[in-house]
């Protein structure tokens, strides 16, 4: 009996990879992933071609210029100091996409290792790694930014280790729920009553499923990782001035949004434009993961 | 480049505001011989005085017989031709109490409450201990000292004191208390409240401000209306000192009932208001001092000071109506002021402060920091400066040339010192000539969040990199600042000073002497400075304490560690219906004055 | 294990992780440059001033003596003066927090009515035109910093419609909800995509899972299916995610407190931390510590309602 169980199992979980193979080409077609890819392609080529984009260098300072709204010479306008609006968004690209994709890796990876293991073991394992959780979510996260911001000076680094400190109870708590979930259903138990080993269980089986919502998640966080950036920057707490970085410029914008509103709404747009490609590939991702149209 | 006084006149100051603003800057002058044994002006004066003075307008106010303590008619001279216009006038000094501003705007509407926002909110109201601008400047409505500062801030007048003499090796001052003042609660000041509070702001540990009263060695009362103190040294600051919100006459009887700690958030002063109620960083609620001395004043029932951090909320809500005003010294950003002022149901003013912005560099603390401890690198980086362009780009306009340590128009500031020139080429040379001809990084500290010195610092970025200086901008907090400071961790800081007292002891004394601040951290210490303003102190005569002050601005500006980058205007904007409402030089707010024309 | 046993066991082990949480800050605090003594005298004071200050704070002795004062103070309920306002402590703490409990509990209410309808709405009708621009303008507003989010929703419903008030907290209960409504939305709109995301996504994950693919095959109705299977599992996540949400507010709204003015608890703690203001930090960390991980608690309690499988360990 047990034997025909597993080879059931066996069976079909070679039949559910075969048809994955054969599905994947099909889903990267996926139309979400298509529109998401080409504008997050556009954007790193512009981040790379940046310095011959455009005329004017995003740090020169040009008070005869200052405050003009968009027109032929500044498409975007120019800020209080006469910088071209467009460079430095164009020069922005450089700094936030890299900022939001380095933010992101970190936490993923420790969030979704230590949600595994909590999720798939529980007990003790679970109770350690819940409250760590705990701790990190009890935190003020500000608070940490301050003191890292005090000990080591401004600049990005210090977002990327408090990111990294406080975004993976996301990841952590969402893969542990959803492992509780999937370790319940048949095809686990199955698995685990003919003696497969735990990890082969977890890389097989569990993972696949539980990860998914993750990396629709961390698609989605770089975009508010980047976004992240402003708020920062308006406490005073991000990249050190005059970095073009688009959080800043719209921080730096505030007090003009009612006056001169293009020096802090059009970098704002490029954060939105980058947030929609992210999000539809995170969504794209889910889709072809999940392969929800077989 | 547009100054203040341009400002002013095209926009909110009329020619008979300047008149009278230079008026009793010149009374100065006749009044310098009496100044020492001088006693206060008579009551009719201070009527007078307080009836309404203000910079809108509307308001035609005739000065008052200001009892000077200077001989400094240089102040007068940033307000250009119309001083000397006014000095003419002067001779006639009015004795009885002059037509008020009702005269151009009917009678004044007594009563009625009025709403302030500004953008940050007091810390504890007890006048002793507090140590911040938006707490002090609302104190000054609460309390009052024996004397007070006029409103130009260039001379003392009587308050709760009427007279005063000065004996005359300068050490032991009379005050002759004023009959009839009554605290909030109706109860009658006596010399026994003048003891207490001198007494508890001098030796209180917890003061930053204990300093002031340090030489006030003995503090009696001889009979039932006249405080006698008897200085341990010649003191040529003292009568500002008294003036100051620390040397606030508080309630004796009040706080022996209550406990000290109740002064963090009650007030039980002879100001024209009482503290009626304050929830922390939301709101302070001031309520009419029923008992107040002055007849007649003030005018309002109760004032609201709301605290709104973010200027683009304040000024919708003064454009929507929802305030009478926005006032404070950051509370309005300068790139609003032009909207604002064309604005026909908003009157802005730009009242003439006391608030001088600097960078200052650290030459040599705790030791030298090259290439800013060489002279020539300092003097390159001065000529590096395009000043008119900083206040353009940073001010907006907003702001005129500073020249000196001491700001424009305050005491003993020296009119002789042209604003310093911008000129690349002799920056270059300079540099050139200099130890270190190619220059260096230098890390400013900037106060994080704060959009004024980071736009400040990108400007002094690009035009230092002209000269090879690579300025790197670090925003921290505050404390990391201060810490960063009193290590000497730092090359290069921004910040704005306004005046807490109106002698310039109080500036001198933290930058240029070892004895509390170590020299502000800069490293820079000069004997001949310091020879002069520990002298100053003592000498009781103004002429040659002018002529002493005069050379220690020169020295300081030409070899001193700081760029007097521009003198900033406090901005308040207010619905056209809110009269004599006026700011100190200083800062305090004259809410006495004022009351609201609907 | 029964709930309610569950229930005390968790209670037991929040004590490890709060006192975790006030060592970590005790020391932070300390680590970082500047303190309390150089912020309540001022930059004109006088190194001997702030020594005697600082002795007088008791900040010379041993950081576990001072810590060890922390939690007698903790035990007597009297978490001493504030240093930057000298008033104590738990008044101050526990006026800013009626504020951000009230703009938290308003949030929490615009997230669900948001969240639930959207979520559901955009995975039914998944790539319809209606998906793609819920999350169009869901990208928009979470990317959308809460400093010019806000004041763009002053400017709408403030200055333009006149309906609610700019700033402020307000003097009546009434009145309280009428200002915190536009902070609230303000905060709600900025978390919002993220619930709905992860709804959506769970949704369609649960629509394509074996039970309800069974359930279908059952000839069970399909809005019995969605209902009864489909949201209960695709909650679980969205749940984790609201617990995780709401307890971030606590303390993480100062941008926000800043541009209504709300005088909350968020803008406290970073101004007390700007200052330097050992006590009022030390304390508002701690009662914050203490919510977050009580909100957790509800949250883990709510799964096993969920989901009975869940097993309460």
């Avoid at chain 2, 106010?61 to 200077?70: D, Y």
């Avoid at chain 2, 705007?105 to 201990?129: N, T």
């Avoid at chain 3, 203001?277 to 510590?289: E, K, S």
Wanted: net charge negative; aromatic share 8%.
């Amino acid at each position: 009996m047990a034997a025909d169980v597993a080879d059931a199992g066996a069976l079909a979980s070679t039949a559910v990879v075969r048809t994955r193979r054969n599905q994947l080409l099909k889903q990267l077609a996926n139309k979400n992933l298509i529109i998401g890819g080409t504008i997050l392609l556009i954007l790193i080529l512009i981040a790379l071609l940046a310095p011959w984009l455009t005329p004017y260098d995003p740090l020169e300072v040009d008070p005869q210029s200052a405050l003009q709204s968009p027109g032929l010479d500044h498409p975007f306008g120019t800020d209080n100091f006469g910088r071209d609006v467009l460079t430095r968004v164009i020069h922005g690209a450089r700094i936030d996409l890299r900022a939001g994709l380095i933010a992101v890796i970190s936490p993923f990876i420790i969030g979704v290792l230590i949600g595994t293991i909590a999720g798939f073991y529980g007990g003790w394992a679970d109770t350690i790694a819940m409250r760590a959780v705990d701790i990190v979510q009890a935190f003020p996260g500000l608070v940490l930014l301050i003191f890292l911001v005090s000990v080591l000076g401004p600049g990005l680094n210090n977002m990327y280790i408090a990111v990294a400190m406080f975004a993976w109870i996301v990841y952590a708590r969402l893969i542990r729920s959803t492992i509780f979930v999937e370790k319940n259903k048949e095809y686990v138990t199955a698995a685990k009553s003919i003696g497969g080993s735990d990890w082969r269980i977890i890389g097989k089986h569990v993972f696949p499923n539980a990860v998914i919502p993750c990396l629709v998640f961390a698609a989605t966080d770089v975009a508010l990782y980047i976004g992240l950036l402003a708020g920062l920057s308006y406490l005073g707490l991000g990249e050190r001035p005059p970095a073009p970085e688009w959080g800043a410029m719209v921080a730096a914008g505030q007090p003009f949004m009612v006056t001169a509103w293009w020096i802090s709404a059009l970098p704002g747009a490029a954060i939105v434009v980058t947030g929609i490609a992210l999000s539809l590939i995170g969504d794209g991702l889910g889709d072809v993961l999940r392969m929800d149209d077989r | 480049m547009a100054t203040i006084d341009e400002l002013l006149l095209k926009n909110s100051l009329s020619r008979r505001d300047f008149a009278r603003r230079a008026l009793g800057l010149a009374l100065a002058a006749p009044a310098v011989s009496a100044l020492l044994a001088a006693c206060g002006g008579d009551d009719d004066d201070d009527d007078d005085d307080d009836s309404g003075e203000s910079t809108s307008a509307e308001s035609a106010q005739e000065p008052t017989a200001t009892v000077v303590i200077s001989a400094d008619m240089s102040g007068a001279a940033t307000q250009t031709a119309e001083a000397e216009a006014g000095a003419g006038e002067a001779t006639e000094v009015p004795d009885e109490p002059t037509p008020t501003t009702a005269a151009a705007d009917g009678e004044i509407k007594e009563g009625g409450s009025a709403s302030f926002i500004r953008d940050s909110d007091a810390d504890l109201y007890d006048p002793v201990l507090n140590d911040s601008n938006s707490t002090i400047w609302l104190v000054f409505s609460m309390y009052q000292s024996l004397v007070r500062s006029d409103r130009t801030a260039t001379g003392i007048e009587p308050a709760i004191a009427e007279s005063w003499d000065i004996s005359d090796d300068g050490l032991v001052y009379t005050f002759h208390l004023r009959p009839g003042v009554k605290f909030a609660d109706g109860s009658e000041l006596s010399t026994e409240d003048v003891i207490w509070s001198l007494e508890r702001a001098r030796d209180s540990e917890e003061s930053p401000w204990s300093f002031t009263l340090a030489n006030a060695a003995d503090i009696t009362a001889p009979d039932d209306s006249t405080i006698e103190i008897t200085l341990s040294a010649g003191d040529a600051a003292f009568l500002a000192a008294v003036s100051m919100f620390n040397s606030s006459i508080i309630s004796k009887a009040y706080v022996e009932e209550n406990g000290e700690d109740i002064l963090k958030d009650h007030s039980m002063g002879t100001g024209p208001f009482y503290l009626k109620e304050w929830a922390v960083s939301e709101y302070t609620l001031l309520a009419r001092n029923e008992y107040y001395w002055e007849e007649g004043l003030p005018h309002l029932d109760e004032v609201k000071v709301i605290t709104v951090p973010d200027s683009n909320s304040a000024i919708l809500q003064l454009q929507g109506g929802e305030v009478d005003g926005v006032i404070g010294q950051i509370s309005i950003p300068y790139n609003r002021v032009a909207e604002l002022q064309s604005d026909p149901d908003i009157n802005v003013i730009l009242a003439t402060a006391s608030y001088n912005y600097f960078a200052r560099v650290n030459t040599a603390f705790p030791e030298p920091n090259p290439p800013f401890d060489d002279l020539k690198v300092r003097q390159a980086m001065a000529y590096a400066i395009d000043y008119d362009q900083l206040i353009e780009t940073v001010q907006f306009g907003i702001a005129e040339r500073s020249t000196t340590i001491i700001p424009n128009g305050a005491l003993y500031h020296n009119p002789n010192i042209p604003p310093h020139e911008f000129d690349l080429d002799k920056a270059k040379e300079l540099m050139a000539e200099s130890e270190h001809p190619d220059g260096g990084d230098a890390e400013v500290l900037i106060s994080a969040g704060n959009p004024q010195q980071e736009a400040l610092a990108i400007a002094l970025q690009a035009m230092w990199k002209e000269i090879g200086i690579n300025l790197i901008i670090s925003p921290l907090d505050n404390a990391v600042i201060r810490d960063r400071t009193n290590a000497g961790d730092y090359d290069v800081r921004l910040g704005g000073w306004t005046n807490d007292m109106i002698d310039p002891d109080q500036i001198l004394g933290y930058f240029t002497l070892p004895d509390a601040s170590d020299y502000a951290k800069t490293g820079y210490s000069n004997p001949r400075v310091e020879e002069l303003v520990r002298a100053a102190k003592t000498e009781l005569d103004p002429e040659k304490r002018q002529e002493m002050y005069y050379e220690v601005q020169e020295i300081y500006r030409e070899e001193g560690p700081l760029f007097y980058l521009f003198s900033i205007p406090y901005i308040d904007a207010l619905q056209n219906y809110v009269k004599g409402f006026w700011q100190h030089p200083l800062g305090p707010y004259g809410f006495v004055d004022t009351w609201l024309d609907k | 294990m029964t709930r309610s046993r569950y229930i005390i066991r968790r209670l037991i082990q929040m004590i490890p992780v709060v006192i975790g949480i006030t060592v970590i800050i005790f020391v932070m605090l300390r680590a970082i440059p500047g303190d309390p003594a150089d912020s309540m005298l001022g930059e004109k004071s006088t190194n001997e001033q702030r020594a005697l200050m600082r002795k007088k704070l008791g900040l010379d002795e041993p950081i576990y003596v001072q810590y060890s004062y922390f939690v007698r103070d903790l035990f007597t309920f009297d978490l001493g003066d504030s240093l930057k306002y000298r008033q104590p402590v738990n008044d101050i703490i526990w006026d800013r927090l009626k504020v951000s409990l009230t703009v938290v509990g308003v949030t929490a209410f615009f997230l669900i009515v948001i969240t639930v309808p959207l979520g559901i709405l955009a995975a039914l009708k998944k790539n319809s035109i209606i998906d793609n621009a819920v999350r169009a303008v869901l990208t928009v507003t979470m990317v959308m910093p809460t400093f010019y989010s806000g004041i763009l929703l002053i400017i709408i419903f403030s200055i333009k419609l006149d309906l609610l008030p700019v700033s402020g907290y307000g003097d009546s209960p009434l009145d309280h909800l009428k200002h915190v409504i536009l902070p609230s939305l303000t905060l709600a709109l900025v978390t919002a995509p993220y619930l709905i995301r992860i709804l959506r996504a769970s949704i369609l994950d649960a629509l394509n899972s074996d039970y309800v693919t069974t359930a279908r095959s059952k000839g069970l109705e399909e809005r019995r299916v969605i209902s009864l299977h489909v949201l209960r599992n695709a909650l679980i996540p969205t749940v984790t995610l609201f617990g995780i949400t709401i307890g971030g507010l606590m303390g993480g709204t100062v941008i926000t407190e800043k541009v209504f003015a709300l005088p909350g608890a968020g803008a406290l703690l970073i101004e007390s931390v700007q200052f330097r203001d050992y006590p009022t930090v030390q304390a508002a960390t701690f009662i914050f510590a203490i919510m977050v991980i009580t909100i957790n608690l509800i949250v883990d309690i709510v799964y096993s309602f969920l989901d009975p499988r869940v097993v309460l360990s």
